[in-house]
């Protein structure tokens, strides 16, 4: 009888079986995109998968962890399990997680099924394809939690539509369709490398046990789920680079500018994730803060200084970044409050004990600049005046956020970054954004700008009303404060008719 | 300062705890950190699963590539065998 094979000859055996010469073609009419990015290959073979991971492995695991999940979260429907969420404050949370980034899952299905076309190397299209796999799980998963959330709490009812359409939502959404547009050396760069090593940590792992700690057996569970796949995820991303870096120095000017764009336009985009964490998990886990010293200061620290070896640097701007985490999450919460009749969720004030954890946290920062402006706030919606800001924001060219973000030395100044292009003007919430505008500027001056679009009268019109309705987002139903929401009526109904079913 | 930290995350649950506990005797160097729903190990240099050191905890054969159904997250380069599973620092 023939020996087993080990792990790594049935690696070598399934990819090799599956990189068949071609005849009929030349391999450069096979694989068009590969050479356009300047990168250059020399030998595929030298590709290596430490995972090295076979297809009847991967769907058995798979469906183990499926078989996981889809328990919980029956177990969770079954039971009721909303009603176990510390407040339905948190649940505005998971809004913001589920139409922002379950749309932007699929984006990563179709990116990676693109490049693990694009990429003429056996080991590579196999990872990629194992991605592509992945990536449409994780959509589908978060969906059913969708549905569950829908029946019982408002904003979650047209997340598809909402996506294409609101302003806030353009930020994830143009992110990942920045990177399907580039070519399948920078997709994978940024997705792998940049988001899932470098920056996904910060959405899951400080966000998911943020949901375990506020009740959410539903989320943890989806969400680890999903991380546990990222774990490949990020591996691959890894081998990416090095194997990019090892194949040629040329490569090595190219990946450190896209390692430079993708973790500031990542970083830009956790600047949601920041917010969650500060403001709307009603029990924290971390500020974003200590998660940013955590997972970025220190592990990425390490990660690039493994990669010092092969000619990289720490990205450009990451001093930036860290001289942010003091202001970050209140300068984002404080727009989406601005805002807040405009967004599918609902903003609201911390009370007194949330603004002494805030204190604590940010010592430096949050008594001086921000705790004055929250008690301005407050005092003018207890005197019935809640404040909603009538005008629409300047939007960041390159981000699409809107321009909030202040000068470090001078927290009440507000970044304002220009340049000119073909007698056009465009404006920049950071050095960051604007470099990445000015090296490729032909594709971001076709950027879809949500504010730009309402003033150009391609949103159903020119007041807030038409602007909703073009939304789907339902007025006084989905938007607005919390205080006066009917998720609250709601929810206050629900406990206090399950508190009394208990004392009976 | 030099800065080679490596670190495993794993769902906290009960099958991950044989895994934990192995890893933890396995590497004295490493510090256990518990979450909510999850257990954060951080270690200067290397952090090893050994196959043989969690069917010991657990009765039954495992194979090192199980870790993926509670693995959450990872920092470091990724080294697998047969025999264990492991994250470490390139220096």
Known sequence: MAKPMNMRDKYNRMTRDLGWEPSYQPKSKIYPQIEFEGIKIENWEQWEDPFRLTMDAYWKYQAEKERKLYAVIDSFAQNNGQLNVTDARYVNALKLFLTGISPAEYSAHRGFSMVGRAFPGVGAQVACQMQAVDELRHVQTQVHTISHYNKYFNGFQDFRHMHDRVWYLSVPKSFFEDAQTAGPFEFITAISFSFEYVLTNLLFMPFMSGAAFNGDMATVTFGFSAQSDEARHMTLGLEVIKFMLQQHPDNVPIVQRWIDKWFWRGYRLLSLVAMMMDYMLPKRVMSWKEAWEMYFEQNGGALFEDLARYGIRMPKYWEVSVQEKDHLSHQTWATFYNYGHAAAFHTWMPDAEEMAWLAAKYPDSFDRWYRPRYEHWIAQEKAGHRFYNPSLPMLCQTCQIPMLYTDMDDPTQVVYRSTEYQGEKYHFCSDGCKDIFEHEPEKYVQAWLPVHQIYQGHCGGATVPEVLNWYHLRDGQDNRDYLYSEDRQNWLRWKEASSQLETT | ?91
Do not use: C
Request: no cysteine.
């Open chain 2, 1 to 91: 300062m030099a800065n080679n930290m490596v670190y495993l995350a794993l769902q906290n649950n009960e099958d991950a705890r044989p895994i934990i506990e192995a890893i933890a005797e396995d590497n004295p160097h490493a510090t256990i950190n518990h979450y909510p729903a999850m257990v954060k190990i951080d270690a200067p240099g290397r952090l090893t699963v050994k196959r043989a050191s969690v069917e010991e905890k657990l009765g039954r054969d495992w194979d090192p590539q199980e870790i993926q159904i509670n693995l959450i997250s990872i920092s470091g380069n990724v080294v697998e065998s047969e025999e264990e599973f492991a994250v470490e620092r390139l220096s």
